[in-house]
């Protein structure tokens, strides 16, 4: 009888191995799948990022009064609202790896990838930002002040674009070195 127990008792626990250590690897092709995904959307808003300039040089090619400026202000906001919309649906499938488990280094990588995409939305909302006062300044003619506010644009600008960059080197080591 004290052996029949032994059996059981070892066979339980080899039940409970074999499903712990599928339930592993469910969670990795998983994360796999998701971190797939999250990073189309992603390149979709890398994408978009990189047509900010020609969509701006597009808009305000030609403009010469308040009325045009405001009006390709208006269009070029439009664009940035679906940027930053495109890194939500991103940030989202980024966080689903980030709910799984045994996925560590995916984890890692989405979180890098959630800092790269809310930096990048901080970067749009900057744009926003400027285009609004600068659209002020124009309609009130003010040329100094609005060379003010492009050296101070330039300045935030530049830093949110290095802490990207820093950010994408990191998460592009970690997918090569963990073979992501």
Same mark, same amino acid.
Request: hydrophobic residues 40%.
């Given at each position: 009888?004290?052996?029949?127990?032994?059996v059981?008792?070892?066979?339980?626990?080899?039940?409970?191995?074999?499903?712990?250590?599928?339930?592993?690897?469910g969670?990795?092709?998983?994360? =796999? &799948? @998701?971190?797939?995904?999250?990073?189309?959307l992603? /390149?979709?808003?890398?994408?978009? %990022?990189? !047509?900010?300039?020609t969509?701006?040089?597009?808009a305000?090619?030609?403009?010469t009064?308040?009325?045009?400026?405001?009006a390709?202000?208006?269009e070029?906001?439009a664009?940035?609202?679906?940027?930053?919309?495109?890194?939500?649906?991103?940030?989202?499938?980024?966080?689903?790896?980030?709910?799984l488990?045994g996925?560590?280094?995916y =984890? &890692? @990588?989405?979180g890098?990838?959630?800092?790269?995409? /809310?930096?990048?939305?901080?970067? %749009?909302? !900057?744009?926003?930002?400027f285009?609004?006062e600068s659209t002020?300044?124009?309609n009130?003619?003010d040329t100094?002040?609005?060379?003010?506010l492009?050296?101070?644009?330039d300045?935030?600008?530049?830093?949110?674009?290095?802490?990207?960059?820093?950010?994408?080197e990191e998460?592009?080591?970690?997918?090569?070195?963990?073979?992501?």
């Amino acid at each position: 009888m004290k052996r029949l127990s032994t059996v059981l008792l070892a066979g339980i626990l080899i039940l409970v191995l074999v499903a712990a250590v599928s339930g592993c690897g469910g969670d990795t092709k998983q994360a =796999k &799948e @998701y971190t797939t995904e999250a990073e189309s959307l992603a /390149e979709d808003v890398q994408t978009s %990022v990189n !047509e900010i300039p020609t969509k701006f040089q597009d808009a305000f090619a030609g403009v010469t009064d308040p009325t045009q400026y405001a009006a390709a202000a208006k269009e070029v906001d439009a664009f940035l609202e679906d940027i930053k919309d495109d890194a939500d649906k991103a940030i989202a499938q980024f966080e689903k790896v980030e709910s799984l488990n045994g996925v560590a280094d995916y =984890k &890692e @990588y989405a979180g890098l990838w959630i800092q790269i995409l /809310e930096l990048a939305k901080q970067t %749009v909302d !900057e744009m926003q930002t400027f285009i609004s006062e600068s659209t002020n300044l124009v309609n009130a003619g003010d040329t100094a002040g609005l060379e003010t506010l492009k050296t101070s644009f330039d300045t935030k600008i530049n830093g949110l674009v290095e802490e990207i960059t820093s950010l994408e080197e990191e998460a592009n080591k970690l997918k090569s070195d963990k073979d992501l």
